[in-house]
């Protein structure tokens, strides 16, 4: 399993619910903590206003849901499915991801600062217009993915691949040039500048 930052150990479970199936079912205002869902089919579910503090999951489904101002806080997801899901102003401060699918999901806006996401294959999942302020995206393969409008500001970038990806709008302060593929980014021109001062160029307008 990959490590949390700081190799700080993962929240603890009290309660274990297995097997569970909430395929398409609507949750809303509901609120589990420390607990372990193992196996549990979340497809087609639509949270609203839910909240999940310091749980677990292993082996969820969570294709095809839909999430509303909903949180994940420091939760732990390991071997989890989100592929077709949306999360649209949802709060995952902390949360830690570990060999997880990720094809076709869709971030709104939201908060996702702190999240554990080293490794993780984001070449097509979307983010916009959401807090990634000190994620760890160490080694993240984000190849012609889109993550557009993003705060990535203090975030953990080494190794990570952007080759092709949308990255306009987005802080790249925490970018740098020496260590993380770059080739054929989309960026904007106030951005270009700030990398290029990033590779220690004097950068002058006239």
């Known amino acids: 399993m990959a490590e949390r930052r700081y190799g700080e150990a993962p929240p603890k479970t009290d309660v274990t619910i297995a097997g569970a199936d909430w395929y398409g079912?609507?949750?809303?205002?509901?609120?589990?903590?420390?607990?372990?869902?193992?196996?549990?089919?979340?497809?087609?579910?639509?949270?609203?206003?839910?909240?999940?503090?310091?749980?677990?999951?292993?082996?969820?489904?969570?294709?095809?849901?839909?999430?509303?101002?909903?949180?994940?806080?420091?939760?732990?997801?390991?071997s989890c499915r989100f592929f077709d899901s949306q999360?649209?102003?949802?709060?995952?401060?902390?949360?830690?991801?570990?060999?997880?699918?990720?094809?076709?999901?869709?971030?709104?806006?939201?908060?996702?600062?702190?999240?554990?996401l080293p490794g993780a294959v984001l070449g097509r999942a979307v983010f916009k217009g959401t807090r990634l302020r000190e994620a760890d995206l160490t080694g993240a393969f984000c190849k012609g993915?889109?993550?557009?409008?993003?705060?990535?500001?203090?975030?953990?970038?080494?190794a990570a691949d952007f080759t092709a990806c949308d990255l306009r709008g987005s802080d790249l302060s925490a970018i740098d040039p020496a260590n993380v593929h770059l080739k054929d980014a989309i960026i904007t021109i106030d951005q270009t500048i700030a990398i290029a001062e990033a590779l220690g160029l004097d950068v002058r307008l006239k």
């Open 25 to 78: 079912r609507q949750i809303e205002r509901e609120r589990h903590e420390n607990t372990l869902f193992a196996d549990l089919d979340m497809s087609e579910a639509q949270t609203l206003g839910a909240v999940f503090h310091e749980c677990t999951f292993r082996r969820a489904r969570f294709n095809a849901s839909s999430h509303q101002a909903s949180a994940f806080v420091n939760c732990t997801f390991v």
């Open 145 to 158: 993915g889109t993550m557009r409008d993003v705060d990535l500001s203090g975030a953990w970038l080494h």
């Open 87 to 116: 999360f649209t102003e949802c709060k995952l401060v902390g949360s830690m991801f570990d060999a997880c699918d990720f094809d076709q999901m869709q971030v709104s806006g939201g908060d996702w600062s702190f999240t554990g």
